[in-house]
């Protein structure tokens, strides 16, 4: 029996939505299949990491007994072995337990998880693991890059500037100007790495765009303006696949448009705006498929498998789009290349079960470990001999 290491918590503002991905669309689902062994592995709020099946509660965290259990517990460590082994002090004196991981299961979103930080590590652990590999996670979790690649490709997106932050500190004007010059109110300024809608704002004159580049300023050392979609309605796809990615449905989030996407309604409602529509997911309600004229929601589908390949996504992502609904215009917007809950609700409309989406992310995860084994990392030189 293979042991997958589920990994989540981690140093994000994401971190209580990952305890809920991981429990709840991982651990339960891949435990139920009974075919694995599943290792917990919970990444604190210090960055310390703990291994243990008392994680697998969500009560712990729910009660908040999280903090009393972690102040009695002891780290784990991992071991580099040409693969990762967790190692944890075993409760008889001096003894240890140690457990080899097979592969890993990042569930963790934001920075140091999503961001591609894991994937790093995991590459160096020599292990294969779910989801998107350390590049596409890289360019994901930037959305000026993400934007630049897909508009190199052709993708429309939504026209933007940006700048990062020794620039805008060495002359705050420039951005701000070649906002004026290049873009046309209203504009989104966003920092280009954070989620959950954190510090981004909708401005509509030159002082309302000050006043939120240096907020964005404040959260992150790159920062972007983009021009607002009108009329807009948003849609988003999860896709599972490596090589021949297969799209769930368009999903649409159930909320006014000018009352934009932001943390609260994202997840501390229950979805009230929507309530006695749509189905209830990881992040409210909202219209599973969306409702789109045939036509549209092609073109909706086609560019968000577009940019999945484009960024060389894995596993699985989740591609967002903004369309125009008067012009019929589709724009790019981000890709999550980590889906909360693994949107697992939409991927049940679609015709697969929570079982089935998470059997499936590890046998991809073992084909592309495969393919890169395959690749040639070894160059024999006569190079030493020299010395
Ligand atoms: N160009 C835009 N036009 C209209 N609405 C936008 C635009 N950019 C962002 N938004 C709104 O702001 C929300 C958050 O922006 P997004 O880029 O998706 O960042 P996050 O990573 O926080 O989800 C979107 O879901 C959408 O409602
Ligand atoms: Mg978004």
Redesign the pocket.
């Given at each position: 029996m293979k042991t997958i290491a589920v990994l989540f918590g981690g140093r994000s503002t994401e971190h209580d939505v990952s305890i809920v991905t991981a429990l709840g669309s991982i651990i339960k689902p891949l435990e139920l299949t009974k075919q694995y062994k599943v290792e917990a592995v919970y990444i604190a709020k210090d960055g310390a990491w703990y291994w243990d099946e008392k994680l697998k509660d969500i009560s712990l965290f729910s009660s908040g007994g999280i903090k009393e259990w972690l102040h009695r517990a002891h780290p784990a460590s991992v071991q580099f072995d040409g693969g990762l082994t967790l190692v944890k002090a075993s409760g008889i004196a001096g003894r240890k337990t140690s457990r080899k991981i097979d592969i890993a299961f990042p569930a963790m979103h934001g920075t140091y998880g999503e961001d591609g930080s894991l994937m790093g590590l995991l590459r160096l652990a020599n292990i294969p693991f779910v989801g998107c590999d350390m590049d596409a996670s890289v360019l994901s979790m930037d959305?000026v890059l993400a934007k630049l690649v897909a508009q190199a490709h052709g993708v429309p997106t939504?026209p933007m500037c940006f700048a990062n932050k020794t620039d805008f500190e060495r002359n705050p004007r420039t951005l701000a100007d070649e906002c004026e010059k290049k873009l046309k109110y209203?504009?989104?300024v966003?920092p280009a790495h954070?989620?959950?809608?954190?510090a981004?704002t909708?401005v509509v004159n030159r002082k309302e765009l000050e006043s939120a580049l240096e907020v964005a300023f404040h959260y992150d050392d790159k920062v972007l303006a983009?021009?607002?979609?009108?009329n807009?309605k948003?849609v988003t796809l999860p896709i599972l696949g490596n090589d021949e990615p297969r799209p769930a449905l368009l999903e649409s989030?159930m909320?006014k448009?000018e009352e934009?996407?932001?943390?609260e309604t994202?997840y501390m409602q229950g979805g009230k705006k929507g309530a006695g529509k749509g189905t209830k997911g990881s992040q409210g309600y909202s219209e599973v498929p969306a409702d789109l004229p045939k036509d549209l929601y092609a073109k909706a589908e086609k560019i968000g498998l577009d940019v999945y390949r484009l960024l060389g996504c894995a596993g699985t992502a989740r591609v967002?789009m903004?369309i125009d609904t008067k012009t019929g215009k589709v724009?790019f917007?981000?890709v999550?290349p980590l889906p909360g809950s693994l949107y697992a609700h939409n991927w049940n409309k679609a015709g697969v079960s929570g079982t089935e989406l998470v059997q499936t992310l590890i046998r991809l995860a073992e084909e592309r470990w495969q393919a890169v084994r395959q690749q040639n990392t070894v160059f024999s030189t006569n190079y030493l001999q020299q010395f």
């Open positions: 959305k939504s209203p504009l989104f966003k954070l989620g959950s809608s954190i981004i909708r983009e021009e607002a979609i009108g807009l948003e989030p909320t448009p934009f996407f932001d943390f994202k967002d903004l724009f917007n981000e999550n």
